[in-house]
């Protein structure tokens, strides 16, 4: 049976179950709190995509209750734009940060060293010992993320029809002498045309 795509933002409820979901996976190990930093994951959980460089992005997940959003201070508009459920957010200084008014701190701030907190296997040893409390590596967002929703099984085949656009564009252009560029390129045209027709906002 062919899948509906989906081309609308995940409501409050589909996000609600996906964060219930983490919660859940984390009462099972004992974690009081865990700790998200990879961005597919922090997407996953709260519909913000972002490049983080540098500058380090975390989703503090209590095992009941609202999560709190560690970024730096210039991404926070841009965060309250995107962000679908009901978290708390902390910001910090960008580097050279001034003492006391860097991530480290509002880690140490979200974060009491008393607590049992799950990382994420993905996350940079340097910052993993910034985080504080009895610290465990598992990850469950990952494990949420296994079994896909019926959004997001229409959002995939939203994704696979953008993707098929552009794969027949390029297969249009292959022939002798065709040159690399102007294959990706076109093909990328391709699909970025459609996805704009399809969703202009």
Known sequence: MPVEPIKTPPSAQEMAGRLE????????????????????????????????????FFLVIPQKGRPVMILPLLERDHAQQRVIPDVEYRTYAEFPAPKAKGFETALADVVPSRLSV??????????????????????????????????????????????????????????PG??????????????????ILELPN
Do not use: W
């Open 118 to 175: 799950g990382l994420e296997s993905s996350l940079a040893l340097g910052l993993e010992k910034t985080v504080p409390g009895r610290k465990r590596v598992v990850d469950l967002v990952d494990e949420a993320r296994r079994v896909k929703t019926d959004y997001e099984i229409g959002r995939i085949a939203y994704a696979s029809a953008v993707v098929d656009a552009g794969l027949a564009k390029c297969l249009s252009l292959c022939q």
């Open 21 to 56: 979901k983490t919660q859940n996976l984390m009462a099972r190990e004992n974690l009081d709190l865990y700790v998200a930093a990879h961005p597919d994951n922090v997407y996953y959980l709260t519909n913000f995509a972002y490049i983080p460089f540098e500058r380090p």
């Open 178 to 195: 065709a040159q690399e560029l102007t294959l990706y390129s076109e093909s990328i045209r391709q699909m970025m045309g459609y996805v």
